[in-house]
């Protein structure tokens, strides 16, 4: 993938090509050597070495109110549904790809990057799949995963290989699907797949609802992520769409989530920002979080005007149905221009493993401790509860020669054990032997209180 024109605008270059324009327009200008802010958000987002981008729809390029907004402000786009399976495969073998390849001209002639959205999805597909089950929709979705990504092959940056493929509620689990119904190792299989077909592009994986850090759906993802990391399924990012209603669902620990997905060795991207109402602390805030984050690569918004936007009614937006800023707008670009360069090469700490309590339950958090060549410590405090068993699994051939400041009981697997307090405090710990695999590391399964 070769980094177009309009992100590879440095600060230095930047201030050089406004000094040059603004010499040849007959001014003076006093060069300082800042960078200038950016006066746009896609510009400015370029400076701290991310994107910004929107969903884009094909039958509005021909909107000249659309394309000039979308010109100006953004240097990615996504399509919105002119790549989803109903679209680019309608008949069975039959593709179809106008609309998607407008898009990717558009974006393309403009500088800007683009996401393909999405490969594989349980929604909008194309009646011939829906009917579809066992190997032969297996073989079905493969194919198309292969044939959509080798045609935009060069000209994808990243793909949504899967979109929404975990359960809302309480259980971290897979959503049921008709994919899902084929095998549990549907998704690493169209990962593979879409790696084979393009090596270049970078495959994330994209959900909604995966924005607080204690919800059962995002530890759910985050474990798939974790063990794709650990057994090399191609993984390179994690999309969060972040369709926001204002205060409640948009949480205080979002920041916490994009860096705990980021310590697993992918990027995180905000892939489909919309927020009810549009309320600028929030807008700020998000930016902020992203920001923060050095993996936290873009931000998407997920349409132009609020009267793009899939739920207008709600004017989620940073432009008005007239094309004009809101104060969203402002909070934004403002964000970004305050925003720091991310540093590069900087190691990542993992953060602890903490899982979310149950009503009732208690939280445990590891923390790595001491390493030699051929063991590690772990310790693990409990929080919520004074009595508590925590139980912790390790990776064969992995295994747990010592602990302290607990009482331990293991499974026949010797992979499990159930740590419970013994009156010595709210930590315990244990020593890891290697046997030969250094990176796994212990996953905290659950804390139960009492
Ligand atoms: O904005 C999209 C809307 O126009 C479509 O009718 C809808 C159904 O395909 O999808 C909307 O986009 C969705 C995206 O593809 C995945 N995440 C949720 C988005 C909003 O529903």
New binding site residues.
Partial sequence: MTVNAKTRVTPRRALLLGAVAALAAGMVVGVTGAAQAGTTLGASAAEKGRFFGT?V?AGRLGDSAYTTILNREFNQVTP??EM?TDATEPQQNQFSYGNADRIVAHARANGMQVRG??LA?H??QPSWMQGMSGSTLRNAMLNHVTQVATHFRGQVAWWDVV??AFADGGGGGRRDSNLQRTGNDWIEAAFRAARAADPNAQLCY?D?NTDNWTDAKTQGVYRMVQDFKQRGVPIDCVGF?S?FTGGSNYPSNYRTTLSSFAALGVDVHI??LDIRNAPVDAYRNVTNDCLAVARCKGITV??IRDSD???SSESPLLFNGSGQKKSAYDAVLAALNNGTTPPTGTPTTPPPTTTPPPSGSCTASATPGQVWGDRYNTSVTVSGASTWAVVVSITSPQKISSTWSGSPTWDGSGLVMTMRSNGSGDTFGFTTMMNGNSSARPQIVSCTAG
Wanted: no cysteine; proline share 0%; hydrophobic share 25%.
């Fill in positions: 969903a729809a919105e549904n989803k959205h999405t999805w929604a909008q979109n929404e994209n909604y769409q369709h892939t489909e997920w349409g936007s899939w739920r």
